[in-house]
């Protein structure tokens, strides 16, 4: 399981002006998570695999969020995905195959492959995964609109926002 605690942000937060040449939504992305990580009563936690990964929020959970309109349109098509926890420290991969059953067989396994532990499996329904994801992701964008409304209304956050085949809310 995946399981976000977000606080907004108790003080006024100046959003930076970012570059169409330099920028996407990812720095924004980075930008509100770094702001997010200062409190630490915010949390992502990673449940499963016989781990408890308490990851940052200010890293890791940007990592995941840029992959989760995209996880959440293929679980939609129920199609095959990954998600890559890459930063220094977890860097791993959680693939996800489609069962015949409407479910999951999810694949944890190291991206280094000097790291010695094998891959393990489990599996979960394609509708219990859905719900977990679009609540991660509706969280996230509770804080955004409430604590960033210049950035959520941003067209890289509306893309982003629409990019999982929803209508964004």
Known sequence: SI??????PRTRVVSPRFSA?????????????EVLARDPANAIVVTGFGLDWRLDIGTDFCVLLEQLPWAIQALRRSS?????????????????RMTEDDGYLIKCSP???????EAC??????QALLAMLVLVQSQFVSV??????????????QEWLTADGSDGQ
């Open 21 to 33: 040449e330099l920028d996407d939504f990812s720095s924004v992305l980075h930008f509100v998570c």
């Open 80 to 96: 095959d995905f990954q998600l890559d926890f890459y930063e220094q420290g977890v860097e791993r991969r959680l693939a996800f």
């Open 3 to 8: 399981h976000v605690t977000l606080q907004a």
């Open 111 to 117: 991206m280094v492959p000097s790291v010695q532990w």
């Open 121 to 126: 499996d489990e599996v979960c329904s394609r």
């Open 144 to 157: 955004l609109q409430s604590s960033f409304p210049v950035l959520y209304r941003h067209p890289w956050a």
